[in-house]
């Protein structure tokens, strides 16, 4: 079955940097977009970087843009999020995701918190 690992989350200050990773498995990994979302209580789900299955940067949004970078090892099933001077706002749970088998599937999350 599609399964979803997000790892890497947690506190950091304003201008440090964090490297989340998704380690996916249940099916076949160069053929579908995987995608981050985050989202933080009482705000909408942002999506903040999509990645397609032959390991290409296709969608960043301008809100991160300039800080954030999505890449993939397509060996190790693995999709990674750099996140470069993270700000207060950025603070959220960040789950990776993929469509497949007609449906969305979703990782458990990580949380991310910044704060000085």
């Known amino acids: 079955q599609v399964q979803l690992v997000e790892s890497g989350g947690g506190l950091v200050q304003p201008g440090e940097s964090l490297n989340l990773s998704c380690v996916a498995s249940?099916?076949?990994?160069?053929?579908?977009?995987v995608v981050w979302f985050r989202q933080s209580p009482g705000k909408e789900r942002e999506l903040v970087a999509a990645?397609?299955?032959?390991?290409?940067?296709?969608y960043i949004p301008e809100s991160v843009k300039g800080r954030f970078s999505v890449s993939s090892d397509n060996v190790k099933q693995t999709v990674h999020l750099q996140m470069n001077s993270l700000k207060p706002e950025d603070t959220a749970a960040y789950y990776c995701?993929?469509?497949?088998?007609?449906?969305?599937?979703w990782g458990q999350g990580t949380q991310v918190t910044v704060s000085s």
């Open positions: 249940g099916f076949n990994f160069n053929l579908y977009n």
């Open positions: 995701s993929v469509v497949a088998n007609g449906r969305r599937y």
């Open positions: 990645i397609n299955g032959a390991g290409r940067s296709i």
